[in-house]
């Protein structure tokens, strides 16, 4: 007696695994790793820009153009990598960007011009991150795992980039200090291709597979799934409101250890400062993963903007010292990648995970931009003013502004015709 498929029994939009060693838990574990491998050495980048810009003799704008041309890349090319990976599946998207981000890495230890650094740092680690960053992780997590599983998932596939700058964060320290710079660049390029075989446990279908489950999901073109997000008030509000995640984001981790060795702290408190970012971020994205289910998340997203406002008031304007700045990180770190969970679930909720890369990767493009600015006005007003002051201010306003327009957002599924069926 032939047996039925269970693929033809499942409802649209529920998860696709195919009985094998990729188990729910196996997909976790090995997204989580590629999450935190690929995380780590971008959030290090900050402790090389005052060695290499004093090697090389260039300004700190040099630097810090050419990580927000990585950001501005990063953010821009993520759509389009995110709806190549929904079509024909991640594993492919997500080795060939785990080979670019290593070369470009790899290259940044050769860069002796701005030019090369432009492309090392800018254009290979831009393209190389859009394929392989968390991104990716997080769409596969919506299209691989039982609903159940997903917003604890995209929480853990959050920590897990932020233990990467935890553990990143120091060891880029170590071995600037014991090694230099180049070296400590070459270290982080072998590491990150360590993504490639990781990310066979996590690779989705391609949307062209003749499976039932395939089929199933196959009903929406990208081009009805884009005009449907832009004309839904609810994405726009989050769009905007992730501008600032992205520019409060982007500052810190390029610009915070300069400003503390600027007030009279050492490089050593920057490190660990980062990395405690990092570590409490753990606590944070996997809380704001479990509460998500919980509680309305626009509400989780308004109150960690406000939070992150009230944060950066408290770092600069009491004097500057090891303890304020440690509290600053740990507080951060609660608020740091915790917007992600409840941006991309919202998405997920909105329109389902058949174009989850996409429209989330179009959401991150705004994150992007506004890390762009952040990053890039960060190095340029401090050349002009010899002062971060005013950029750290305009992120606090960002900040409150962001937590008033989280919260309209309807969470709710957008209503669309249904295909008559078989």
């Not at 090891?322 to 997920?348: D, K």
Request: aromatic share 12%.
């Amino acid at each position: 007696m032939q047996k039925e498929n269970p693929e033809l029994r499942r409802p649209p939009g529920a998860a696709v695994l195919r009985p094998s060693w990729r188990t729910p838990a196996m997909v976790v574990i090995c997204g989580c790793l590629i999450s935190m491998i690929g995380f780590g050495p971008r959030s290090a980048l900050g402790f090389f820009l005052t060695p290499m810009s004093v090697s090389n003799g260039w300004g700190r704008e040099v630097f810090a153009l050419s990580v927000a041309m990585q950001t501005l890349i990063y953010g821009a090319a993520q759509p389009f990598a995110g709806a190549i990976a929904d079509r024909f599946g991640s594993v492919r998207v997500i080795v060939l960007g785990a080979v670019l981000y290593a070369a470009g890495v790899s290259m940044m230890a050769h860069a002796s011009t701005p030019g090369m650094l432009y492309l090392s740092s800018g254009a290979l680690i831009g393209f190389g991150l859009s394929g392989c960053s968390f991104n990716l992780i997080i769409s596969s997590f919506g299209k691989l795992l039982p609903e159940s599983w997903r917003s604890l998932a995209f929480g853990a596939g959050t920590a897990s980039g932020s233990f990467g700058q935890f553990l990143f964060s120091p060891l880029g320290v170590y071995l600037i200090d014991a090694f230099g710079w180049r070296a400590a660049l070459q270290v982080f390029a072998g590491l990150l291709l360590l993504i490639v075989p990781l990310a066979l446990a996590i690779a989705t279908p391609r949307a062209d597979m003749p499976a039932a489950a395939a089929r199933v999901t196959a009903v929406q073109t990208w081009r009805e799934a884009l005009a449907e997000a832009f004309a839904h008030r609810s994405y726009i509000l989050l769009v905007l409101g992730f501008f600032t995640c992205g520019f409060q984001l982007g500052f810190v981790t390029l610009h915070l250890p300069a400003y503390l060795v600027d007030r009279g702290l050492s490089a050593e408190i920057g490190g660990w400062t980062l990395g405690v970012i990092g570590l409490f971020n753990i606590v944070g994205a996997l809380l704001s993963g479990w509460l998500g289910n919980r509680m309305p998340k626009r509400y989780i997203l308004s109150f960690i903007y406000f939070a992150r406002a009230l944060a950066v008031i408290f770092l600069i304007t009491l004097p500057a010292s090891a303890a304020v700045t440690l509290i600053y990180g740990a507080v951060t770190g609660l608020l740091w990648l915790s917007t992600v969970p409840p941006t991309s679930g919202l998405v997920a909720v909105m329109f389902g995970t058949r174009w989850l890369a996409m429209l989330f990767g179009i959401v991150f493009l705004s994150h992007q931009v506004g890390g762009f600015l952040g990053i890039w006005l960060g190095g340029l007003l401090f050349e002009r003013t010899g002062s971060y002051d005013v950029v750290w201010w305009l992120g606090v306003l960002l900040g409150v502004l962001s937590a008033i327009v989280n919260l309209p957002i309807v969470e709710k599924p957008v209503l669309r015709s249904m295909p008559a069926p078989a």
